[in-house]
T-cell receptor
Framework: KNEVEQSPQNLTAQEGEFITINCSYS?????LHWLQQHPGGGIVSLFM???GKKKHGRLIATINIQEKHSSLHITASHPRDSAVYIC????????FGTGTSLTVIP | EAQVTQNPRYLITVTGKKLTVTCSQNMNHEYMSWYRQDPGLGLRQIYY???????DKGDVPEGYKVSRKEKRNFPLILESPSPNQTSLYFCASSPVERGYGYTFGSGTRLTVV
């Protein structure tokens, strides 16, 4: 069973494109996280959301608690955005999606 | 610099030889946790700790032990490693207050032969 589902699994975009990654979850949560993992393997926490919307630079994260759905948007994408983006939720435990591999081509 | 430090970064060991992966944070965070990451399965939580002397099982605790004797340290112990524990391991910490994200260590790539 997958408590957290992400789509798409893989995404290739041209530099400058607007990108959306989706995340749906099936458990009760206290918070939803978006993480970024670069090819070197390190993980960075981008956002932690429990409601509404957050923005940081070109990244925007939204969450709809009723629909159990979150989206991560990247505006004006750049090759340095190429990474795996992981959605995770915290409730009784920490559940992770399997990630979306994003490649931004110059 | 605020960080979570894991050691070692890479480790190759043999089946059955006890090992410890260390994790230390300098942010006075209450919450610490361990994860393993495997291709096709993503990240899975092994153990977590809400504070000193308080630990609990995550999704995949079998074959692992942890301890939290001090707030800053949360070592992961494999008493008798097996090849199916070959994986990439991450430690993370956070404050328990809502609104704060997690800080991850750089990862430990473990190979058990």
């Amino acid at each position: 069973k997958n408590e957290v589902e992400q789509s798409p699994q893989n995404l290739t975009a041209q530099e400058g494109e607007f990108i959306t990654i989706n995340c749906s979850y099936s458990v009760g949560i206290s918070a939803l996280h978006w993480l970024q993992q670069h090819p070197g393997g390190g993980i960075v926490s981008l956002f932690m959301l429990s409601s509404g919307k957050k923005k940081h630079g070109r990244l925007i994260a939204t969450i709809n608690i009723q629909e159990k759905h979150s989206s991560l948007h990247i505006t004006a994408s750049h090759p340095r955005d190429s990474a795996v983006y992981i959605c995770a939720v915290t409730g009784n435990q920490f559940y992770f999606g399997t990630g979306t591999s994003l490649t931004v081509i110059p | 610099e605020a960080q979570v430090t894991q050691n070692p970064r890479y480790l190759i060991t043999v089946t059955g030889k006890k090992l410890t992966v260390t994790c230390s944070q300098n942010m006075n965070h209450e919450y610490m946790s361990w994860y393993r990451q495997d291709p096709g399965l993503g990240l899975r939580q092994i153990y977590y700790s809400m504070n000193v002397e308080v630990t609990d099982k995550g999704d995949v605790p079998e074959g692992y032990k942890v301890s939290r004797k001090e707030k800053r340290n949360f070592p992961l112990i494999l008493e008798s490693p097996s090849p199916n524990q070959t994986s990439l391991y991450f430690c993370a910490s956070s404050p328990v207050e809502r609104g704060y994200g997690y800080t991850f260590g750089s990862g430990t790539r473990l190979t058990v032969v």
